[in-house]
């Protein structure tokens, strides 16, 4: 993997308060598919960062997690509860993702809620992950 996809000094720890992490990824492109840079998914990023600045909530950036496809991608991550992914996003749903983290932060039952979930957040689902602890073991 490319060391240059992570880069401590461009993260922001999350609270004890949220635990969320959001993860973005960094060589998205947009729908032109064009290799200029900064690519988009990097711009995403830096607007999450910057939005998310002070609120808690972690924010990563990530080479390629594999949702091509679907352009624009980002996950959200929180111990012991669901983790999701989304795609089809845009540079301009940054302040989405820090919404849809404070949303996922309050819950009670470890799943992002729908309702207050920004639209991006609704129809760009493409995976939710159960946590570990709800796997069942059927050897």
């Not at 996950?75 to 940054?94: I, P």
């Not at 932060?105 to 709800?134: C, E, F, H, N, Y």
Request: a negative charge; aromatic letters at 6%; glycine letters at 8%.
């Amino acid at each position: 993997m490319d060391q240059t996809a992570f880069s401590p000094a461009t993260t922001a720890e999350p609270s004890a308060d949220t635990g969320v992490t959001v993860i973005v990824c960094s060589s998205c492109r947009d729908e032109t598919g064009s290799d200029a840079r900064p690519h988009p998914g990097e711009i995403l990023g830096d607007r999450v960062r910057e939005i998310a600045h002070g609120e808690g909530i972690a924010v990563r950036q990530l080479e390629c997690l594999g949702n091509c496809k679907r352009r624009l991608s980002a996950a959200m991550l929180r111990e012991n509860c669901w983790s999701y992914v989304f795609g089809d996003l845009t540079v301009d749903n940054a302040p989405d993702l820090v919404a849809g983290a404070k949303l996922f932060s309050t819950s009670q039952d470890g799943m992002l809620p729908w309702r207050g979930r920004p639209d991006s957040l609704k129809r760009g689902l493409v995976a939710r992950i159960p946590p570990a602890s709800l796997l069942k073991d059927f050897s």
